[in-house]
């Protein structure tokens, strides 16, 4: 069953091993492309993401005429063409890119789909609870397993400390997306939490994916 | 041997030297005379020692020849290579050369606040009737170290400039001259704490009124850098210096519209050093300098002790002559005449012992000397003058609004203010006389009929602002008038909709409805908005900003924006009311050489802190756009920084009340002298405020900035600015401003 699942999961990243971005019209308008089927676009870069992509198309409306910057690196894998110089609705698809995911993107998505987030309830810093963090420390984090109404973390808001007790499914703390000290938005996951029966099976998974992939 | 393998390096040595000040090996017989070193320093041990000494010889005959004719010829920018060369004395190397002993101040070599900037106090040797004297004085320059990465090329962080200012402070407070030696190509243009553009503006403010004598002496006087420790009673400048108001390189990159990582033409960057005239001889020319130090040929460098011996000379000779200035004993008065027919020829010791302390007097002789002179700076260099029948009746209307004005404020308002505070103290001490009287009476009243607290009590209410807009529909702008949307930048980040023009330009005074962005606007919105109706006049409008150094394409430029502004400057002073108050304005704006400031900008605005402090108004600087000092007008440019930094201290220190407020772009010289120094300085929203811009930070730096590093939000986070106003608050904000900050001493302290 176990080869099985993890057969599942790596097929289907292997049978599509891409990530698409949509790109919908924000507003009416008429519309000209800048770029053609296939072509290679750059995305958002820059320290501060602060250099805009590659034009991808112009909306015009208004005697404004809107330039829309392709998001992400890769292939435009398609487009209407169909609509150049033609006026479109808000919200129609124009153009997909097609860029191919990488084994930190996959592992994520994976992680994504079995592990029960752990959501920050107030913008604050968090820190591990003093006897799950020593625990932490001792066996590492993967080790540690929590349970409904443990208390796993201290809120940190305003020079004031809160006690924040762990709500959901058992199982162990697989992945830590704080750090120490540094404040978090309200509901960014904080933890992942996976059930201890699933923890092989996806360790598995992470490392064929590690393995197998390029 | 070993003489002759000595005089063989020497030789390389100077080969390489000529080899840098020339940019190559191109040049008369540099390549030939470099083939014999090589063939003889391979060959040494080959040959004979006669056949060596007479091939050393004619090397060094070469040598000298090639010299001589680099020497006659040097053009600007080898001047400034030879400035560059790690060869060049340092401050370090004066230090040791020309003071007796000193010690560093506030860190030491690596171990520094700031390495590129040093302070020490040092004494300096003088020798008269036989015997020696050691007077104290401050030394504060930058250092470029020979070669030592950690100098930063003497390129002074903003923390390193307050440093020299603390020192500065500490030679006022003993009252010891102080020595500023200036070898810097520029700040560091960064914008942390407590700023680049804003601490040189503390520097230059402090310096104008700095109680002890101030000599500098230029080597490398790169622009605001060069300021941040330039403003003296009297300036050397090294006869190889230079000093500008912007590198060659960063001149050509702009007058040839050069793409960043682009390479700039070296011949560009030759002419760019021609055009602004940043030689000793050109600047003692212009006036921006008091005498040159004659250099070794081709420049001196740090082993040359007998440069160091002149510049020991030039230096006492220098702080002598301004202390002597201030003395009113005759005698005095007829060596310092001497010295001064005496030229540059007389390298002798001063014979007599001339003490550098001053007394209360002769401060205030200091310092009106060095208010006039720099008063005078650049006087000549733009056009508009006034004949000589206007300009007499002008000093003659001066004058009677000078007594008229001392009348009604000086004279008139203390007898009021006295009378005022006799009625006050009679009063206050009447009623507790009173009150005691009255006490048992009131307190039985209050117990038969108790009143009810705070019921009647009539709460202290704001003076009548009135409505802040209330004829704001009177002007449009013209931007307003296109059909068509536009989008807002944030409108990603926030959403913001589409803006339709008239909307935006008209109802929303070129605001985002939703984010809250300003669209830029041209001046006479705010000319239309913040000022009273029919309050304004203008004065000074004939003053021209000119073409000092006659740099070739600038005249037809120059003629393009008066013709497309209507106006002969890029700054507009006005008299005017808001809301009932009567102040002065000065207005930076765009569309004029996009608000630089030249020799016109900077007399206009000292005449307009001038009638300031004569009708005793508050003044206000609204910076609509400034992109920094004129290039074209070179150094003539940069004195324009102490200048109107002098104008406007002498201005606050008498009584008024001083605001600043930036809207569009604010950059360079003049946020970084008479602009940074005021107290109160504020910003209109989406405004942004700096030293440098982000091509040469990152240029200059080799690291890259954020996109918002110098929106108003982040220079109101450092501490830079007061507050952020909306366009649209702007009269009702600076009304509230001018009652908050002036209050009653609105019309002066």
């Known amino acids: 069953m176990d080869d099985s699942y993890v057969n599942e999961i790596l097929a289907q990243y292997r049978a599509d091993p891409y990530g698409y971005v949509d790109s919908h019209t924000i507003h009416t308008g008429s519309i000209n492309f800048y770029v053609k089927k296939d072509e290679k676009v750059e995305g958002v870069s820059g320290e501060w993401r602060h250099i805009s992509g590659t034009k991808l198309y112009s909306l015009h409306r208004e005697g404004n005429d809107k330039p829309v910057f392709s998001r992400s690196s890769g292939i435009v894998s398609s487009i209407r063409t169909d609509l150049e110089g033609k006026f479109v609705e808000a919200g129609e698809k124009v153009i997909t890119i097609r860029y191919p995911l990488k084994k930190r993107e996959i592992i994520e998505k994976i992680l994504r789909r079995v592990l029960v987030p752990f959501k920050a309830p107030e913008r604050a810093k968090y820190f591990f609870s003093l006897d799950i963090q020593s625990r932490i420390d001792k066996f590492g984090h993967r080790s540690v397993a929590v349970k409904p109404g443990d208390e796993i973390l201290t809120m940190s808001l305003m020079k004031r400390d809160t006690p924040i007790y762990y709500q959901g499914e058992p199982g162990i703390i697989h992945s830590v997306y704080f750090q120490p000290g540094i404040t978090m938005e309200q509901d960014e996951p904080l933890i992942g939490i996976c059930p201890a029966e699933k923890l092989p099976v996806i360790q598995k998974v992470i490392n064929r994916v590690k393995a197998e992939w390029e | ?749």
Not at chain 2, 73 to 93: A, G
Not at chain 2, 355 to 380: F, G
Request: aromatic share 10%; proline share 4%; glycine share 8%.
């Open chain 2, 1 to 749: 041997m070993e003489d002759l393998r000595k005089k063989l390096l020497t030789c390389e040595e100077r080969l390489t030297y000529l080899s840098h000040i020339k940019a190559g090996d191109e040049w008369g017989n540099i390549a030939g005379l470099r083939e014999n070193l090589l063939t003889l320093r391979d060959s040494f041990y080959d040959l004979a020692p006669e056949k060596i000494t007479t091939k050393v010889k004619s090397l060094e005959e070469g040598l000298h020849f090639l010299e001589t004719r680099c020497e006659e010829n040097l053009t600007p920018m080898e001047r400034v290579r030879i400035v560059r060369s790690p060869l060049r004395f340092s401050l370090k190397d004066i230090l040791e050369n020309v003071y007796e002993d000193y010690t560093e101040l506030g860190g030491a070599e690596e171990t520094n606040i700031d390495p590129s900037m040093v302070a020490a106090k040092a004494n300096i040797l003088r020798r008269a009737k036989n015997k020696n004297f050691t007077q104290q004085v401050m030394v504060i320059g930058q250092e470029k170290g020979h070669g030592e990465e950690y100098r930063n090329g003497g390129s002074c962080k903003p923390w390193g400039n307050e440093k020299a200012l603390r020192y500065m402070q500490v030679a006022q407070t003993e009252g010891i001259p102080i020595h500023f030696y200036i070898f810097t190509p520029g700040s560091f243009p960064i914008e942390d704490y407590p700023g680049a553009a804003q601490q040189i503006a503390r520097n230059i403010y402090t310096m104008t009124k700095l109680r002890v004598p101030l000599i500098s002496m230029i080597s490398e006087g790169g622009s605001g850098g060069a300021e941040a420790i330039g403003l003296s009673d009297f300036r050397l400048m090294c006869s190889h210096g230079y000093y500008s108001v912007i590198s060659p390189e960063g001149a050509a990159a702009i007058e040839g519209k050069i793409r960043e990582g682009g390479k700039v033409p070296a011949e560009l960057i030759e002419s760019c050093a021609e055009r602004l005239h940043i030689t000793a001889r050109d600047n003692l020319k212009l006036g921006t300098i008091d005498r040159i130090i004659e250099e070794n040929p081709l420049g001196a460098k740090h082993d040359d002790f007998s440069f160091f011996k002149k510049l020991r000379y030039e230096v006492m000779r220098a702080t002598d002559e301004v202390v002597l200035k201030t003395k009113s004993l005759r005698a005095f008065r007829a060596y310092e005449l001497k010295l001064e027919k005496s030229g540059e020829s007389v390298m002798d010791e001063p014979q007599i012992d001339i003490s550098w302390d001053l007394n209360e007097d002769e401060i205030k002789r200091l310092l009106q000397r060095r208010s006039k002179k720099y008063r005078q700076m650049a006087k000549d260099s733009y056009g508009g003058r006034t004949a000589n029948l206007t300009s007499f009746m002008q000093r003659l209307k001066n004058n009677t609004s000078k007594a008229y004005y001392s009348f009604r404020y000086d004279i008139l308002r203390s007898q009021q203010k006295q009378v005022k505070q006799v009625i006050k103290d009679v009063s206050g001490e009447s009623s507790v006389f009173f009150k005691q009287l009255t006490a048992p009476f009131s307190a039985a009243y209050d117990f038969i009929i108790r009143k009810t607290d705070g019921k009647n009590v009539k709460l202290p209410v704001s003076g009548g602002y009135g409505d802040a807009l209330e004829f704001g529909d009177t002007y449009t702008s013209p931007l307003a008038n296109e059909d068509r949307t536009v989008t807002c930048p944030n409108s990603e980040k926030y959403g913001c909709k589409d803006l339709w023009v008239p909307d935006l330009y008209g109802e929303f005074c070129g605001v985002c409805e939703n984010c809250g962005h300003h669209f830029p606007l041209e001046y006479q919105w705010y000319l239309k908005h913040l000022l009273d109706r029919n309050s304004i006049r203008e004065f000074n409008r004939t003053i021209s900003a000119g073409n000092p150094l006659s740099s070739p394409g600038f005249e037809k430029r120059l003629q393009e924006a008066i013709r497309k502004t209507k106006r002969h400057s890029a700054i507009i002073t006005l008299e005017a009311r808001v809301m009932g108050v009567e102040i002065v304005i000065a207005m930076l704006y765009s569309n004029f050489r996009n608000g630089t400031v030249g020799a016109a900008e900077g007399e206009k605005f000292a005449q307009a802190c001038e009638k300031a402090k004569l009708k005793r108004r508050p003044f206000l600087a609204y910076i609509h756009t400034t992109g920094g000092i004129r290039i074209q007008e070179g150094t003539l440019g940069v004195v324009q920084m102490p200048k109107c930094t002098m104008a406007v201290r002498e201005y606050v220190d008498s009584g008024g009340l001083y605001i600043v407020v930036y809207d569009n772009n604010s950059y360079a010289g003049p946020v970084a002298s008479f602009l940074g120094c005021s107290h109160y300085q504020f910003a209109i929203r989406s405004s942004r405020i700096g030293f440098a811009g982000p091509r040469v930070i990152r240029e200059t730096t080799g690291s890259d900035i954020p996109p918002d590093y110098h929106s108003a939000r982040n220079a109101l986070k450092r501490g830079h600015i007061q507050g952020i106003w909306d366009r649209r608050d702007f009269r009702r904000n600076l009304h509230k401003a001018l009652h908050t900050m002036g209050g009653r001493n609105l019309y002066y302290r």
